[in-house]
């Protein structure tokens, strides 16, 4: 599905097809930075690339997270519906490729291992995400600073 959100798993039976344009993966904490960064990386790829937007769960501090609501047990498929939802906004153009995945691990492992599966050319966080460190950037963005063995783009908060 192009153009609009699609889950990992059903609608795709592989890896996104990179030959056609690049391939990023970018951190997704339901921030509005973090928004900004999966539109602003739709439009570094477009137009024929694939995003992949990765949400942690269950987090250590990531706001959007639906396992920090009452129901700590939500199915794969109500999270992504979650994730979805608020990607929405995100205004994704047409013929940019974006694929959600959430996964069962800390943001910066969560990430890295969606970048090396993936083959990613560049990996995209917010400055600051939810848990708004007072200065500079925040854990996962600093984690990924130096961790990652590829381009790294920091988005401004």
């Known amino acids: 599905m192009q ?3 699609k889950r990992d798993g059903a609608e795709r039976d592989s890896a996104p097809d990179t030959e056609c344009g690049p391939c990023v993966v970018v951190g997704f904490d ?3 930075a973090a928004r900004r960064a ?3 990386m739709c439009d570094r790829v477009a ?3 694939t995003v992949i937007v990765v949400c942690a769960c269950p ?3 990531i706001g959007l997270c639906p396992c920090r609501g009452p129901d700590r047990r939500l199915s794969r498929a ?5 994730l979805e939802s608020a990607l929405l906004d995100a ?3 047409e013929l940019v490729s974006v694929v959600l995945e959430v996964r069962d691990r800390p943001a910066p492992q969560a990430i890295l291992e969606a970048a090396r599966e993936h083959a990613a050319d560049t990996i995209a966080v917010a400055t600051r995400g939810i848990d708004r460190a007072p200065r500079g ?3 996962v963005a600093r984690a990924l600073a130096e961790l990652t063995d590829r381009p790294l783009v920091l988005w401004p908060a």
């Open 137 to 139: 950037i925040g854990r």
């Open 78 to 82: 109500r999270r992504e519906a979650v």
């Open 91 to 93: 205004e994704i153009p």
């Open 38 to 40: 999966v539109r602003g």
């Open 59 to 61: 987090c250590s501090g």
């Open 47 to 49: 137009p024929k690339g």
């Open 3 to 5: 153009g609009s959100p």
């Open 30 to 32: 339901g921030s509005d």
